[in-house]
């Protein structure tokens, strides 16, 4: 199956400071997507990635940065952390064309 | 607005049961859909897509859409502890290379 590692598995961070999750995937897959979960708004989309050093805002890109330096590779990077983004935090790849997503195990953030 | 609206918010089912899940699409650019289901602790996994009207069974899993009214549900028949999970409904602008927009899920309990 294919494979989507994020680290770390849970973080906690300080109001006003800087946060990088990480998010690795083997399958090949050209397409990359940053989510977040909130008891009660489901899963919402950040940012996502159609190819190497290119990224698109999702539905709620205010507050995080995204990167993709690489097919493999894409990040979520929080430049000022705040309170409201405590969330578990979801990265996902999938194929050129193909809406099956594969997610990876989520990074649980607490900012504090 | 929510632009994939799920209901119900949770569902109680007894072992060997049928659960109905249902979800609406406020945005009628929102046509092709998609369930998704997580266990706790997990990321989310796909569980099959539904593009056309009418019906679409997979195994104990069968999907109903309609698109004059973009509603869509899940019919779980012979219910199992191991389905027990949250329930996403998720809707693409098009089939094929646009990112996924997620309801706000349905919590299944099956009990033995």
């Known amino acids: 199956e294919a494979a989507v590692t994020q680290s770390p598995r849970s973080k906690v961070a300080v109001t006003g400071g800087k946060v990088t999750l990480s998010c690795h995937q083997t399958?090949?897959?050209?397409?990359m997507y940053w989510y977040r979960q909130d008891t009660g708004h489901g899963l919402r989309l950040i940012h996502y990635?159609?190819?190497?050093?290119?990224?698109e805002k999702g539905d709620i890109p205010d507050g995080y940065k995204a990167s993709r330096p690489s097919q493999e590779n894409f990040s979520l990077i929080l430049e000022l952390a705040s309170l409201s983004q405590t969330a578990v935090y979801f990265c996902?790849?999938?194929?050129?064309?193909?809406?099956?997503?594969?997610f990876g195990h989520g990074t649980k953030l607490s900012v504090l | 607005q929510q632009k994939v609206q799920q209901s119900p918010e949770s569902l109680s089912v007894p072992e060997g049961g049928m659960a109905s899940l249902n979800c609406t699409s406020s945005?009628?650019?929102?046509?092709y859909f998609w369930w998704y289901r997580q266990h706790s602790g997990e990321g989310p996994k796909a569980l099959m897509s539904i593009f056309s009207d009418g019906d679409k069974k997979e195994g104990r899993f069968t999907a109903h859409l309609n698109k004059a009214s973009l509603h869509v549900s899940l019919h779980i028949r012979d219910s199992q502890p191991s389905d027990s999970a949250l329930y996403f409904c998720?809707?693409?602008?098009?089939?094929?290379?646009?990112?996924?927009?997620f309801g706000t899920g349905t919590t299944v309990s099956v009990s033995p």
């Open positions: 996902a790849s999938s194929d050129r064309g193909n809406e099956r997503l594969f």
């Open positions: 399958n090949n897959h050209d397409y």
């Open positions: 990635s159609y190819v190497a050093d290119s990224t």
């Open positions: 945005d009628r650019n929102f046509q």
């Open positions: 998720a809707a693409s602008e098009q089939q094929g290379g646009r990112a996924l927009i």
